[in-house]
Each structure stands twice: as C-alpha cells, then as structure tokens.
C-alpha cells in the first residue's frame, strides 16, 4: 500500500482589498440610485424598492470583515459593478493568463514550503469553482510556465473544488499514475457575483491556494500529513446555482440576468446541506473506527459563520473550544473551493506528531470532499 503525504502549501493573495464598510457604500449608492430611476414603478406598486446594506448586517450574517478581489475598481464603479478581468494571457504563449498567474504564485510557495522544484512533480490538477476559460486547461497553463512534467488538467468542482482535487492526486500517487503531485486552486469567484444583490453582494472573495502532495517515501518536508482516508459525495440541488456558460453568447440578452450571476437559496442550503455534511463526516470517522473526539482540528469549508459553527457544534455535541474548527471568514470572506485549504494553511502549526484532523469542503452539487490527515 502506498502511502501520501500533504508536504507543502501555498498562498497567493490578490493585492485588492473591500471592507465591508466600503463595499457596502457602493451598494447603497446603487440602491439610492435605482430606487430613484424606478420611484414611478415603486410608488405604483409594480416593484419593491430595493434596501440598503449595513456593514454590521454583513458580519452578522456572514462572519466576514473584507475580502481580497482580482479587481475592486470595477465593483465601486456604480455604472459596471462588476470585475474587470486584469490583462495578461490573452492569446500571449509568453505570458500566463491571470488565473493560471495566482496558481503558479501559490504553487512556488507550496513547492518551497514542500523542499522540492517543479521539475519533481510529475501531474497537476488545477481545480476551482470557476474557470477563466475553457481550453486550453489552465492547469496546463500552469504546467507550462512551472516547468512540470507528466500530465495537467482542470476540474471544476463548487466550493469543493479543491478537496476534490486532493482526493484525485492522492487517488493518482496510490494508482502509481504519478509519485508527485501539485494541486492548484485559483479561485476568481468573485466574477460570478451580482453585487447589486443585497443578499449575496459581500460574501467572495478571491485567492489561490496550492499543495503538494508526495509519496511518503519520497517526501523530505519538515512538515508531513499522512492521508489517512478520503471520502466524497455528490447530490443534485438547484439551490446553489449559475447558469452561465457558452449559451450566454448566444442567449440574446442573457449577460446580466440574474441567474448568470451565483444564485442560492441560502435557508435551503442551511437546511439541507448541513445535515449531509455532519452525517457524512460521523459515516467517515465511524468506517475508520473513530470518534469525533479523535480531531485536535476541522479545517472546515469556509461559507459562513454560521454555518461553519453549527456544522462544528452538530459534530462535537457542544459548542466547539477556540482553535478546534478554525475560521479565515474575517479576513478573505467565502473563498469558494479554497476555503478549507486556507484554514489548513494559517492553522495547523501547533499540533504535533500524531495529532489528526480533517479537511472538509462542500458546496454547489450538492458535493462534499473530505480528508482524514495525520501529522508526521
């Protein structure tokens, strides 16, 4: 049996920053001013006015203080609130494009983090809730401008994106397809973002996460985590959804429905979703014959506050103890697929040999992805 090890990670940050405090003046600014070109229409009764934002009613309902984007000028201007995709790898061989830019950013940290060059890692999976292209495969991209070897490809998975993409390098080392693997997580989500939606306007932000994963007779990193069990479950729900893709080009005047921007139904998906999710992690302790009691700590998908403590208390049978499930909500927002990879990044230091913990993300699909780690 052969075993994996995660042996490094890494980070990339956009520069942007919103606060809440900010992103919610531009909201409001919009609110005042369509409310003042449909004040007819409202006072007729043909259509609701539409309300303002508070930054107190954000971080109540989220956890979340700011967030980092690929771009901020775009969302403040009131005549786009939207993104601009920043220049770079627009059909340029020389130059990669923006999202296979942070995930090479990330994955130079990972690799160093890890003690090994890019020529060592022999398959990329490049995974994120939401791709900048379609083909070439970014993680190709990625591939290219390392100087890997072997095999790339991307997977597009939700917000379990990355811990799917885990799941299938581990699945690639123990199968002897690779002996190194790098796992990419560009996520750029907040291009999917209607930031005219009172209710969704504040809660992505944007980053890219990376890791290494060897076989454990190969890895030489200071800092090792035995995979010891994965564990992924999909279910179809509409409640998480986008239905942008290559109809928008041709669906007359699709760009700015709403449905091409992220949708949810957010007490369904409380609703339903969490439930799976806190079964589904009891099934993955119960068939390694361990108790939740068994975790010094849940690097649990960053989606909310609220949804991240009841998932950690639902699981522990009381309120979790500082440190136990940590959250990065406050500082990056909902980072999509990288959420957890963020958590396990900033906070897993101070745990020693022998302690385990889980990797658990979950999302649009319904999907949940989870890993059982060991450290070394």
Not at 9 to 19: A, H, S, W
């Amino acid at each position: 049996m052969v075993d994996v090890v995660i042996s490094g990670t890494g980070l990339y940050v956009p520069e942007d920053k919103i606060t809440n405090e900010e992103l919610v003046t531009a909201f409001n600014q919009h609110v005042d001013q369509f409310n003042a070109e449909h004040k007819a229409d409202i006072d007729a009764g043909l259509m609701p006015a539409k309300q303002h934002s508070s930054a107190e009613f954000i971080e109540k309902a989220s956890g979340i203080r700011e967030r980092h984007m690929v771009d901020v000028q775009g969302v403040m201007d009131l005549n786009r609130m939207m993104s601009n995709m920043p220049d770079g790898g627009h059909g340029d061989a020389d130059t990669p494009c923006f999202q296979a830019a942070m995930g090479i950013a990330a994955a130079k940290m990972a690799l160093s983090n890890a003690g090994v060059d890019a020529s060592d890692i022999d398959h990329i999976v490049c995974t994120s809730a939401v791709m900048q292209r379609s083909f070439p495969a970014i993680g190709i991209e990625v591939q290219h401008f390392l100087g890997t070897s072997g095999s790339a490809f991307d997977m597009v998975m939700g917000c379990s994106s990355a811990t799917y993409g885990l799941i299938a390098g581990v699945n690639a080392i123990k199968s002897g397809v690779a002996d190194r693997v790098l796992m990419v997580n560009p996520e750029i989500f907040s291009t999917m973002v209607n930031y005219r939606d009172r209710d969704s306007h504040f809660i992505f932000g944007d980053i890219a996460t990376a890791v290494v994963l060897e076989r454990a007779d190969l890895a030489k990193s200071d800092d090792q985590w035995l995979v010891k069990h994965t564990k992924q479950s999909t279910q179809f729900s509409n409640n998480i959804r986008s239905n942008y893709g290559p109809m928008t080009r041709i669906d007359d005047g699709s760009m700015l429905r709403d449905d091409m921007f992220f949708v949810q139904e957010g007490r369904k998906v409380f609703k339903e979703l969490l439930p799976l999710v806190t079964a589904f992690i009891s099934e993955q302790l119960d068939e390694r014959g361990l108790e939740v009691s068994a975790l010094s700590r849940m690097w649990l998908h960053q989606a909310n506050i609220n949804m991240n403590m009841y998932a950690a208390k639902k699981l522990l049978g009381r309120d979790p103890q500082p440190g136990e499930a940590p959250t990065v909500l406050e500082q990056y927002g909902n980072t999509a697929g990288a959420g957890s990879i963020v958590a396990f990044h900033h906070h897993r230091n101070d745990l020693k040999s022998g302690d385990q913990g889980l990797i658990c993300s979950f999302g649009a699909g319904y999907s949940i992805g989870s890993l059982l780690v060991e450290k070394q």
